[in-house]
Structures are given as C-alpha cells and as structure tokens.
T-cell receptor, first 113, second 116 residues
Framework: AQSVAQPEDQVNVAEGNPLTVKCTYSVSGNPYLFWYVQYPNRGLQFLLKYITGDNLVKGSYGFEAEFNKSQTSFHLKKPSALVSDSALYFCAVRDMNNNDMRFGAGTRLTVKP | DSGVTQTPKHLITATGQRVTLRCSPRSGDLSVYWYQQSLDQGLQFLIHYYNGEERAKGNILERFSAQQFPDLHSELNLSSLELGDSALYFC????WGVGSIYNEQFFGPGTRLTVL
C-alpha cells in the first residue's frame, strides 16, 4: 500500500533561516507525491506536487521540494522562512489502486521572529 | 478560495444524534472525497465518490454514510454520534479522467463537529 511518513511532529526555525520539512514515502510503482499546508481554522491548500521529471519541484509561496528516489524522500524546503509560514504541513501520496490520497501525520512548522 | 464549499461551518450536537454535512465540489469536478481530522489521528480518508458512485472506502465507521447527488454535491451522514466523533470533517474535490492521478485535490474549509 502507498504511504508517507513525516518523522517530525514539530519543526522550529528562525525567520530568515532556511527550513526543511521531511517526508519519506513507500510505494509500489511510480510515486505521485504532494505537499499541502493548513493554516489555523482553514482547509488544506495545495503547495506542489511531483509526478515525473525534474527532481526539484517549485511550488506556491516560495516553497520547493526535492524528490530523492534512492532515499525515498520528498522533503519540503524554503530558502528563507517567514513568520507567516507557520502552519501545519502535510505530505501525501496518491494511492494508485483507487486514486485516493494518503496523508502523513503532519508537521507543525513554527517560524519565530 | 478553493471553490469547494462546505456547510455548516460549525455543528454542536449531543451523543446519539444524527447530523448531515454538505459539500459542493468545484465546478467541473466529478470526484468528492471526505476526510476526518482529529487531534489524535491526523487526517483520515473516509470515502470517495465519483459521479454519484462510491469508488473507495477508507476508515469510515458503519455509523457513517455518504452519497453524491446528480448535481454532484455530496452529503456525509453521521449517526449514533459519540464523543469521539468530534473532529473537523473536510471534503475535497478533484478532476477525474485520463491523467487524473496527477491531479491535486482541492479542499473545502471544513465542518467542525462537536459532540457533547
């Protein structure tokens, strides 16, 4: 079965510093991977996805993610964090059997001024 | 704004009661997904409907059911409610068709259910 894991419940960074939110995946076949962000009292918002091609995927709000097949990882990154980036981040993988999305447990990112 | 709407925003009810949550997908999206988000279990997939037909079930309790109507809106029915059913319930929609596995899902703002 397709699954993703987010090994960190919480990530804290200082404003202006680079940030990384980690995600590893386990799939049979080609992975179709997604990152979503959830701000307080809001639904999930799509950030970016990896389907095929370039291992570095660029998304919304200056975020990017690096797909690494050998390490089965899809880490979310941003060169310079903003306080407004503080939110809950979810990694997800498409389940090829039924077209559903399987989400990780989420990582709470806190960016301190 | 994702284009997915959910009503009501908040719902407070008592144990043993039944409630209905409503979702309208983005224009043109035929697939609707329901998720439950609770503090201790994260985001759990419940059920997926495509063009009125059930496509897949996830961790959905037998007390819960859903349907998708001809106008593509969907309803999630929760019955015999328990305290543990208190959670945020999201619906999401996406395009279905050739290449749809590549498509992201668009989430509504959610319905916060509180069971007292």
């Amino acid at each position: 079965a397709q699954s993703v894991a987010q090994p960190e419940d919480q990530v804290n960074v200082a404003e202006g510093n680079p940030l990384t939110v980690k995600c590893t995946y386990s799939v049979s076949g080609n992975p179709y991977l997604f990152w979503y962000v959830q701000y307080p009292n809001r639904g999930l918002q799509f950030l970016l996805k990896y389907i095929t091609g370039d291992n570095l995927v660029k998304g919304s709000y200056g975020f990017e993610a690096e797909f690494n097949k050998s390490q089965t990882s899809f880490h979310l990154k941003k060169p310079s964090a903003l306080v407004s980036d503080s939110a809950l981040y979810f990694c997800a993988v498409r389940d090829m059997n039924n077209n559903d999305m399987r989400f990780g447990a989420g990582t709470r990112l806190t960016v301190k001024p | 704004d994702s284009g997915v709407t959910q009503t009501p925003k908040h719902l407070i009810t008592a144990t043993g009661q039944r409630v209905t949550l409503r979702c309208s997908p983005r224009s043109g999206d035929l697939s609707v997904y329901w998720y439950q988000q609770s503090l201790d279990q994260g985001l759990q997939f419940l059920i997926h409907y495509y063009n009125g037909e059930e496509r897949a079930k996830g961790n959905i309790l037998e007390r819960f059911s859903a349907q998708q109507f001809p106008d593509l809106h969907s309803e999630l029915n929760l019955s015999s409610l328990e305290l543990g059913d208190s959670a945020l319930y999201f619906c999401a929609s996406s395009v279905w068709g050739v290449g749809s596995i590549y498509n992201e899902q668009f989430f509504g703002p959610g319905t916060r259910l509180t069971v007292l």
